[in-house]
Nanobody, 113 residues
Framework: VQLEESGGGLVQPGGSLKLSCATS????????MSWYRQAPGKEREWVAS????????KYADSVRGRFTISRHNARNTVYLQMTALKPEDTAVYFC???????WGRGTQVTVSS
């Protein structure tokens, strides 16, 4: 299983970023996918999930209404569109297939003026 997150960077408060996670090594369309994040000195936390067919998405209270998870099964890729970013969104972001214990390196998102 390989998970390659990308799209992170430095953005000002109120800005937007779109993260991507390219996957391989498993049958992507068979698995729900999630995004997690880990801020410095804090435990990793769940951010959002999407079902296998992309029909249902769920979000942590802290990001609901600002973040949108989506997927493209033909491309084996899951996305996280982030808007109205806040300094507290600063973290390393990871994608993960549900029921598979595998993690990528993550992508750093820093929200700062």
């Amino acid at each position: 299983v390989q998970l390659e997150e990308s799209g992170g960077g430095l953005v000002q408060p109120g800005g937007s970023l779109k993260l991507s996670c390219a996957t391989s090594g498993f049958t992507f369309r068979y698995y729900a996918m999630s995004w997690y994040r880990q801020a410095p000195g804090k435990e990793r936390e769940w951010v959002a999930s999407i079902t296998k067919d992309g029909g249902v998405a769920k979000y942590a209270d802290s990001v609901r209404g600002r973040f949108t998870i989506s997927r493209h099964n033909a491309r084996n890729t899951v996305y996280l569109q982030m808007t109205a970013l806040k300094p507290e969104d600063t973290a390393v972001y990871f994608c993960k297939p549900q029921e598979i214990d595998s993690w990528g390196r993550g992508t750093q998102v820093t929200v700062s003026s």
